[in-house]
């Protein structure tokens, strides 16, 4: 579906500001997606139960760029409900669950308005899947051609999180699956937020750190090694993809996995088996936080062969 | 200062994702702006404590865009300050108070990384002045010359609200100061968040509908006029910029004023009065919703002069 239009014939711009809003906000009512003023749109602020986030309001921010994180021949309903889960998988990487969100888009005036109802449609039928409601948002518009949005989600967390500053030296190191290759596998648009995988290592105990994975491990790991350690890796799972694995540097460097990425200090195997028996698939153990001894080492990757250990010095995915 | 650079140097391209992030992080640090992780940057999401927003969590959403909503030749510093200002304004005119902020860029590599800086700079000294701490944010990379920072506010509000909703016919109108020529006088980037008046009219009383004023009031007031009503205006204060009243039109029609306008179900004189007493400023009392007996006047903007009662048919600005 054609983004940007030649003519003003269907254009975001032929519309005007007020008739776009009234369209999304519709888009949003159809759905179910959006509450009534004041804690759906509708007024200067949402105004939401501050007893609806229970301990913990959890808040995160992200933005999808078209030529950036998705391109004019990505299905646009993929690249809406790509915004959403992007943010989702943030709320998840907390052990958060996701509640509410505010989007803003940039629009250049040429936009396909049909293309712009097909992203939001998508960005809709995620957040009813997930059951988040829209609670407000902006539109602005710029020369040229342009379209990003930019989603603010809202979550409830309990008193205990996942944060990415619990690891400790010989927490052995997890994801949650196969890395790499996202972008030619289309994985990008489609994976899914490990919103029940992040609840269940909550309940479960014995989580060190946690994130998502977002620029890849090569630069990811790094947030989570605790002081005085390096991380060692070995047997990362690589996505197999037109038949063959991806290789390894593209599993630790591309990004955009959305997979959790966490140490934990129990009993791998317990572990696992309890992770295959709730969600029918492997955990992969991928390595482990040890002490490092030469100062230098600290803080930093190394991946283990047959042979020998050696530094990654491999780098992550700049978006 | 120059914004964007012809050679790297300098750039924020040259500097890189992670070096940029950290830069941004640390001048919010040394503002006394951000908290550490969890309630600061640092983790997937910010953990908020839930019983710091009261009973009403408020969330509102506004970007600036280089070229839209300040220029190359604006004070960089002037339009960090208006970007949470403006987010402010919004908070304000629900009756409630800034607490926690996301910030988003959209950034190409040629943006003088001192001229964000300094950006950055003018965002920290308004997030001091009003209380509000940074928990996170996101940046992005695009091609071109292109710049963008979005920021979502988050607040705390009383069970009792200013909403938009709340006007009745008969309600006398007001506004917080004279209106127009925003964007020549330069009241758009050097504008006071009306925080404190609305604080004010929150306790006296009486109030109907209220919202900020961004569009204009030809446009936003069509937002608070009750069901079966017409707003009447007369008297509407006009800036004076450079010796002259802007004049009416300008006035309804220019945006960007960030002012308080609301209904009052009260008496005019006694809450003028309180108002100078407690701020040494006027209030405008610019206008009255009234019934509409004729079908096609509900909902529409009237101007009385004089000799008669005519439909005001200018439109609001559009960002």
Not at 92 to 118: D, F, H, Q, V
């Given at each position: 579906?054609?983004?940007?239009?030649?003519?003003?014939?269907?254009?975001?711009?032929?519309?005007?500001?007020?008739?776009?809003?009234?369209?999304?906000?519709?888009?949003?009512?159809?759905?179910?997606?959006?509450?009534?003023?004041?804690?759906?749109?509708?007024?200067?602020?949402?105004?939401?139960?501050?007893?609806?986030?229970?301990?913990?309001?959890?808040?995160?921010?992200?933005?999808?760029?078209?030529?950036?994180?998705?391109?004019?021949?990505?299905?646009?309903?993929?690249?809406?409900?790509?915004?959403?889960?992007?943010?989702?998988?943030?709320?998840?990487?907390?052990?958060?669950?996701?509640?509410?969100?505010?989007?803003?888009?940039?629009?250049?005036?040429?936009?396909?308005?049909?293309?712009?109802?097909?992203?939001?449609?998508?960005?809709?039928?995620?957040?009813?899947?997930?059951g988040i409601k829209f609670c407000g948002g902006d539109l602005a518009r710029v020369e040229g051609s342009f379209f990003s949005m930019h989603l603010s989600l809202l979550g409830s967390g309990a008193k205990?999180?996942?944060?990415?500053?619990?690891?400790?030296?010989?927490?052995?190191?997890?994801?949650?699956?196969?890395?790499?290759?996202?972008?030619?596998?289309?994985?990008?648009?489609?994976?899914?937020?490990?919103?029940?995988?992040?609840?269940?290592?909550?309940?479960?105990?014995?989580?060190?750190?946690?994130?998502?994975?977002?620029?890849?491990?090569?630069?990811?790991?790094?947030?989570?090694?605790?002081?005085?350690?390096?991380?060692?890796?070995?047997?990362?799972?690589?996505?197999?993809?037109?038949?063959?694995?991806?290789?390894?540097?593209?599993?630790?460097?591309?990004?955009?996995?959305?997979?959790?990425?966490?140490?934990?200090?129990?009993?791998?195997?317990?572990?696992?088996?309890?992770?295959?028996?709730?969600?029918?698939?492997?955990?992969?153990?991928?390595?482990?936080?040890?002490?490092?001894?030469?100062?230098?080492?600290?803080g930093k990757i190394f991946v283990k062969t047959a042979s020998s250990v050696e530094e990654f010095t491999g780098s992550g995915f700049e978006h």
């Amino acid at each position: 579906m054609r983004c940007f239009l030649k003519t003003s014939k269907g254009s975001c711009g032929e519309l005007g500001e007020k008739r776009l809003i009234s369209k999304i906000t519709e888009t949003m009512r159809r759905y179910g997606v959006a509450e009534p003023s004041p804690s759906g749109p509708g007024d200067d602020c949402a105004a939401l139960p501050a007893k609806n986030f229970g301990s913990n309001m959890l808040c995160t921010s992200d933005a999808v760029i078209l030529g950036v994180h998705f391109s004019e021949s990505d299905n646009p309903r993929l690249a809406g409900a790509k915004l959403l889960k992007r943010n989702i998988s943030d709320i998840a990487a907390m052990g958060g669950k996701p509640l509410y969100a505010l989007s803003s888009a940039i629009i250049s005036k040429n936009l396909s308005a049909r293309w712009l109802g097909e992203f939001c449609r998508g960005l809709c039928e995620a957040a009813r899947e997930y059951g988040i409601k829209f609670c407000g948002g902006d539109l602005a518009r710029v020369e040229g051609s342009f379209f990003s949005m930019h989603l603010s989600l809202l979550g409830s967390g309990a008193k205990r999180l996942l944060a990415r500053s619990g690891g400790k030296e010989g927490d052995l190191i997890y994801v949650t699956a196969p890395l790499g290759g996202s972008f030619e596998s289309g994985k990008h648009l489609k994976f899914v937020p490990r919103l029940k995988e992040a609840q269940f290592l909550l309940n479960y105990g014995g989580v060190g750190a946690c994130m998502d994975i977002s620029d890849g491990i090569a630069s990811d790991l790094k947030c989570l090694i605790p002081d005085g350690c390096r991380a060692v890796l070995e047997n990362v799972p690589q996505t197999v993809f037109r038949g063959r694995e991806v290789g390894l540097k593209k599993a630790l460097c591309d990004g955009e996995d959305y997979e959790l990425l966490f140490s934990h200090s129990g009993n791998a195997d317990r572990l696992q088996k309890a992770y295959k028996r709730k969600f029918g698939k492997e955990l992969y153990l991928i390595g482990r936080f040890e002490k490092a001894s030469k100062k230098e080492d600290r803080g930093k990757i190394f991946v283990k062969t047959a042979s020998s250990v050696e530094e990654f010095t491999g780098s992550g995915f700049e978006h």
